[in-house]
T-cell receptor
Framework: GAVVSQHPSRVICKSGTSVKIECRSL??????MFWYRQFPKKSLMLMAT?????????EQGVEKDKFLINHASLTLSTLTVTSAHPEDSSFYIC??????????FGEGSWLTVV | AQSVAQPEDQVNVAEGNPLTVKCTYS??????LFWYVQYPNRGLQFLLK??????LVKGSYGFEAEFNKSQTSFHLKKPSALVSDSALYFC?????????????FGKGTTLSVSS
């Protein structure tokens, strides 16, 4: 079946540095991918919609200069957290739209900023 | 605007008893409705979805859900709970008129099944 892969699954970075999270659709092409953020035991908050070959669409309240999204190919979208701070620590999940508009989710990436 | 409400933060049930996790939705058009489960430190696993047709939808691991248009509900049910069903459950909605848009999630309900 369709699989969406995220990498890394866990990352620790120092305050002020940047970290990149990758989201790949492994056996289908995804023109649209979504990035969510989840706090512990909380719901998934949509951050942005990533469209291949164009700029991402950010949800209200999400800083586009802080959370850089690039969707350079039909199988890869990246989320870069720039100048990370401890409050950026969270679980980030991507999803991709596959055949028949079915949405598939990645396993998520834990970011800890120290 | 689309929204999903899961009125219960936590549901507790004894193993072997039936379980229900509630979900109501608000969408301007006709909805696509989904249930996902999340185990600790893991991503989301798809359980079932309602697209059209029969209001009773059967999904993975013995779960089912019934779409009730008049009550705008899509409650998740299972006839006999297992301890391994303990997890965080999310209801989600998407407006079928907006193909390819993101799912909007409820806040989640923690299911705890005791042995």
């Amino acid at each position: 079946g369709a699989v969406v892969s995220q990498h890394p699954s866990r990352v620790i970075c120092k305050s002020g540095t940047s970290v990149k999270i990758e989201c790949r659709s492994l056996d289908f092409q995804a023109t649209t991918m979504f990035w969510y953020r989840q706090f512990p035991k909380k719901s998934l908050m949509l951050m942005a919609t990533s469209n291949e070959g164009s700029k991402a669409t950010y949800e209200q309240g999400v800083e586009k200069d802080k959370f850089l999204i690039n969707h350079a190919s039909l199988t890869l979208s990246t989320l870069t957290v720039t100048s990370a701070h401890p409050e950026d620590s969270s679980f980030y999940i991507c999803s991709a739209v596959g055949r028949g508009n079915t949405i598939y989710f990645g396993e998520g990436s834990w970011l800890t900023v120290v | 605007a689309q929204s999903v409400a899961q009125p219960e933060d936590q549901v507790n049930v004894a193993e072997g008893n039936p379980l229900t996790v509630k979900c109501t939705y608000s969408v301007s058009g006709n909805p696509y409705l989904f249930w996902y489960v999340q185990y600790p430190n893991r991503g989301l696993q798809f359980l079932l979805k309602y697209i059209t047709g029969d209001n009773l939808v059967k999904g993975s691991y013995g779960f089912e859900a019934e779409f009730n248009k008049s009550q705008t509900s899509f409650h998740l049910k299972k006839p006999s709970a297992l301890v391994s069903d303990s997890a965080l459950y999310f209801c989600a909605v998407r407006d079928r008129r907006q193909a390819g848009t993101a799912l909007i999630f409820g806040k989640g309900t923690t299911l705890s099944v005791s042995s």
